[in-house]
């Protein structure tokens, strides 16, 4: 009989959702006349807007017509990658340089194809699990040392650094995950943050995969949405996008990857070329339908219902915010960001997480779940129903007792 792929192995636990669902469930058989809310996964919960809407209708419908009707796409619908250069990018990008995905995480997991196993990956920590998981997946870090894996670097992100790493920490030759609004912690580095980083990297040779799932959150004008903003970022990084969060896409799927044509290995190979070799290989594109409604969201009328889309979420946050202010818990994001991110100094991240749970039979997200740096803090998300969220911030009072 075949052997199992050891990688899959060396995953120390559970997929942290997994084992909040599981939790939950268990809470709600104990307690079945709870009203569970969820502050806890980042899935949206909004429906998606009309204008965008009949985006996605009409492509549906488009592929029912012999003049509209498309197959496979390989790298994405032109006309999409280039309304992508031009709204986020200022057409600092051609065509080719943009890849459609079926979702950034989908392309966090393949891009670790590029680099092969035994690569020197760091992390910010506390951060997005797949970063980790998908790297120990892929081999490229070694096994579970009881604090974290051999493999890999973690880069703590504190209250004491402003949520932002040391880059002289920053290991030589690798690959750098860095996700900016940040998951969890709902900070996002300011543009010298950035520039320290991209210089840091290029002098260190490390290629930076940066997570920009969250830009259209940004409601501060100086904050950069983009690591291609920074000066020497093309020769260094790869941006991975999504339109889930902002679009509500959660369960359509797209998303769009920037492989600049100046990233080179240090062989002097082109990145580029790979990642189009790769995603030529064994991804076959993004749904024609999914794709056209990123078409109509990224058209002046769908770019108002992201903004719209966004804003609410953001009051969301306000509130939550707001509640745990108001009982003396630190917290910080929520602002340009949907998560915030709550301190319970000296505590257990799961403690807090059972006794919000048993108390306000509120689901949160366990701080210690995104990397050892997140002990003691929680995530709440701001994604939910405005009336769950209200209600959730009313109980959230009952920590108080
Ligand atoms: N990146 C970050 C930082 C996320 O938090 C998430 C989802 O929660 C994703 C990527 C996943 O995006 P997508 O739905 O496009 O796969």
Redesign the pocket.
């Known amino acids: 009989m075949i052997t199992r792929n050891p990688c899959i192995a060396n995953i120390k636990a559970g997929y942290l959702f997994p084992e909040i669902a599981r939790r939950r469930r268990e809470f709600a058989v104990t307690h079945p006349d709870a009203k569970i809310i969820s502050l806890g996964v980042?899935n949206t919960t909004e429906p998606i807007l009309p204008h965008i809407d009949q985006g996605l209708v009409e492509g549906a419908r488009q592929l029912a017509t012999p003049e509209g009707y498309s197959g496979y796409q390989d790298e994405g619908l032109l006309s999409l990658r280039k309304r992508i250069s031009s709204v986020f990018y200022k057409e600092a990008f051609d065509a080719d340089e943009v890849f459609i995905s079926d979702?950034?995480?989908?392309d966090?997991g393949r891009l670790q194809l590029l680099f092969g196993a035994g690569a020197q990956v760091a992390v910010q920590d506390p951060s997005?699990p797949?970063y980790v998981d998908g790297s120990v997946l892929s081999g490229a870090a070694g096994g579970w040392n009881g604090a974290g894996y051999a493999g890999i670097t973690y880069l703590p992100c504190t209250a004491e650094n402003d949520y932002f790493p040391d880059v002289a920490a920053l290991p030589e030759n690798g690959l750098l995950y860095f996700?900016s609004p940040n998951?969890p912690t709902g900070a996002v580095a300011t543009r010298a943050q950035l520039e320290a980083l991209v210089k840091e990297s290029t002098a260190k040779g490390l290629i930076i995969i940066f997570?920009a799932?969250?830009s259209e959150y940004i409601r501060d004008p100086t904050l950069p949405k983009s690591i291609f903003e920074i000066e020497g970022a093309k020769t260094c990084a790869i941006e991975?996008n999504?339109?889930?969060?902002p679009a509500g896409?959660?369960g359509v799927?797209l998303?769009w990857t920037v492989v600049p044509k100046t990233l080179k290995y240090a062989g002097g190979e082109s990145v580029n070329a790979d990642w189009a070799r790769i995603c030529g290989t064994i991804f076959n594109g993004a749904s024609n339908i999914a794709q056209a409604g990123g078409l109509a969201a990224l058209d002046d009328e769908g770019l108002l219902e992201i903004r719209q889309l966004c804003d609410f979420y953001l009051d969301n946050a306000k509130l939550i915010r707001a509640a745990l202010r108001d009982l003396g818990i630190a917290c910080v994001g929520g602002d340009n960001s949907p998560y915030v991110w709550a301190r319970f100094p000296g505590r257990d991240s799961w403690d807090v997480f059972a006794e919000i749970l048993e108390k306000c039979h509120v689901v949160t997200t366990p701080g210690s779940g995104f990397g050892p740096a997140g002990q003691s803090f929680i995530r709440f998300s701001a994604f939910g129903h405005r009336l769950d969220v209200e209600e959730a911030c009313k109980r959230l009072a009952g920590l108080k007792k």
């Open positions: 980042g979702g950034a995480k989908c966090i997005y797949v996700c998951n997570d799932a969250y991975v999504s339109f889930s969060k896409f959660t799927r998303g």
